[in-house]
């Protein structure tokens, strides 16, 4: 059904691919890419605990639940002690990394917050913890200062690579273009950088997606966390069109994308990391296994307090909601067993691209800036 040439796959045929409709021609999509990852990063997953620490944000995105605007939920900020207590209970469950996450927040109080919190991790941690950033798009300099502190992968998702698409989605002061410009300055700094869209928005096409498959291979990524799109009743997008049940076409026709976007990945860059996204899981019970099962080999279990966690819905029917961190610990473990795969315990999983990518630039890269620490 492929050809050969796995990775010169255009896209035209990404496009067609993601369109197929015979179960057999699916099933046979999902093995081929289950076998590229057996062969490129093993049966093994990568766990990263998720703190999401604050639910402030400046931004007003219209398909997001936690949005500027929406003030149907209660805002909340976890303290530096709070959240240095989550990330030892990361630390010593195994889980190897952790990601900061919180929605967008600027400012040199923000910059110096995180920086002394990153400190501390790596303090608590003797320098054992990885640390991925989601804290959006920040000054170069930010950037900067939090990859000396320690932090060395940033998530930041382009959400789509349609420009028209991205403009529709976003107020006017998004601009598509400083995502791209927020991107490279994360690959220059140095960080794993790792990004994703939304699949199954309004208004995107298969060649949409079939377009960010390609700028995901173009712009030499190392992570991807690609997830579907799933209405929120208090956005912009989907008030007036779902309430805040998800009608049953979108959740089978958003799985099934998703799932496809995650095996073509595979296929096209075999050796990047590819997370199986939380959203999955609100669309089908046993969403992030089949994902894991199409290619994905990362997970990111919610270690955010219980208390919190109502109040960081960016998409309806989240799960885990009422769990605390020890519940997902045993249930996202059993997710794993289930399928047959093992948990990489107390690794860090970096992407095997960046490695490939950068060689020694990468070991040189540390070496600059641990030097430049020491000399003061
Ligand atoms: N459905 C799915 N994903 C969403 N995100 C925000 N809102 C939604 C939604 N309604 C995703 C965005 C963002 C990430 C933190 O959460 O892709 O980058
Ligand atoms: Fe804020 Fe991110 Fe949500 Fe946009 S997607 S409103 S930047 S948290």
């Known amino acids: 059904m492929i050809s050969n040439n796995l990775k010169d796959l255009t896209e035209e045929d990404l496009t067609s691919l993601l369109q197929l409709e015979d179960e057999k021609k699916i099933e046979s999509l999902y093995r081929q890419a289950y076998e590229k990852k057996v062969e490129q990063v093993g049966k093994k997953v990568y766990f990263r605990g998720i703190i999401e620490f604050s639910n402030h944000c400046q931004k007003n995105c219209l398909y997001c639940g936690i949005r500027r605007d929406n003030n149907e939920l209660t805002r909340f900020e976890m303290d ?39 400190r501390d991790i790596k303090e608590i941690s003797k320098g054992e913890l990885g640390i991925t950033l989601s804290l959006g798009e920040q000054k170069k300099e930010t950037y900067r200062r939090w990859f000396e502190a320690g932090a060395h992968r940033y998530l930041l998702r382009i959400e789509t690579t349609n420009p028209d ?39 995107q096409t298969p060649a949409d997606l079939a377009a960010d498959l390609k700028f995901f291979q173009r712009q030499k990524i190392d992570m991807i966390g690609m997830g579907p799109y799933v209405p929120h009743s208090s956005t912009p997008l989907a008030s007036g069109t779902t309430g805040d049940k ?8 958003n799985l099934d994308l998703s799932l496809k976007m995650v095996s073509l990945l595979r296929i096209l860059v075999p050796d990047v990391n590819i997370a199986a996204t939380t959203a999955l899981q609100a669309l089908h019970p046993l969403g992030r296994e089949k994902a894991l099962q199409a290619g994905a080999n990362i997970l990111m279990p919610v270690v955010t307090p219980q208390k919190y966690r109502e109040d960081y819905k960016l998409y309806e029917n989240k799960p885990c909601i009422d769990e605390k961190a020890e519940d997902c610990r045993g249930c996202i473990s059993n997710r794993v067993k289930s399928i047959g795969e093992e948990i990489a315990y107390d690794e860090w999983g970096d992407s095997r691209r960046y490695f490939r990518r950068l060689g020694n630039r990468s070991a040189e890269l540390r070496g600059e800036i641990d030097a430049e620490n020491a000399a003061g």
């Not at 107020?171 to 994703?196: A, M, S, V, W």
């Not at 998800?246 to 026709?253: D, F, G, S, T, V």
């Open 80 to 118: 530096r002690e709070e959240i240095i207590k989550s990330a030892r209970w990361v630390h010593n469950s195994g889980y190897g990394s952790l990601v900061l996450q919180s929605g967008e927040i600027q400012g040199e109080e923000f910059t110096e917050y995180i920086e002394g919190i990153i």
């Open 165 to 203: 698409l991205y403009a529709e989605l976003h107020p006017e002061d998004h601009q598509f273009q400083e995502r791209l410009n927020c991107l490279k300055t994360l690959q220059d700094i140095g960080y794993q950088t790792g990004t994703g869209v939304m699949i199954g928005l309004p208004g």
């Open 246 to 253: 998800i009608p049953a076409k979108l959740k089978e026709k």
